[in-house]
């Protein structure tokens, strides 16, 4: 059994920071790649940013300059810092991993969502 873990969000104001970590937990061989996805009410869910087990990174274009994804491979975690938040930032965010259990193949797991608000 495979977990993610989210933790982070919650509200900022216009221009805020915050940061997102994700850590799976469980009988895990190995992890792929690891990202973040999000979903606002109304819209369909959409990628934020991905990052693979060698650190190569891909961002939407609604968040480069102003997201960092970053990961620990030692604590099979993904972390996502946000920067300079705008109100249109605003969804659920959903962690993301590609992870082979042990004894399994490589299946797509997600996290329970955390809630990130952006709001004066």
């Known amino acids: 059994q495979v977990q993610l873990v989210e933790s982070g969000g919650g509200l900022v104001q216009p221009g805020g920071s915050l940061r997102l970590s994700c850590a799976a937990s469980g009988s895990i061989f190995s992890i792929n790649a690891m990202g973040w996805y999000r979903q606002a009410p109304g819209k369909q869910r959409e990628l934020v940013a991905t990052i693979t087990s060698g650190g190569s990174t891909n961002y939407a274009d609604s968040v480069k300059g102003r997201f960092t994804i970053s990961r620990d491979n030692a604590k099979n975690a993904v972390y996502l810092q946000m920067n300079s938040l705008k109100p249109e930032d605003t969804a659920v965010y959903y962690c993301?991993?590609?992870?082979?259990?042990?004894?399994?193949?490589?299946?797509?797991?997600w996290g329970q969502g955390t809630q990130v608000t952006v709001s004066s």
């Open positions: 993301y991993a590609a992870v082979r259990p042990r004894g399994g193949a490589f299946g797509s797991y």
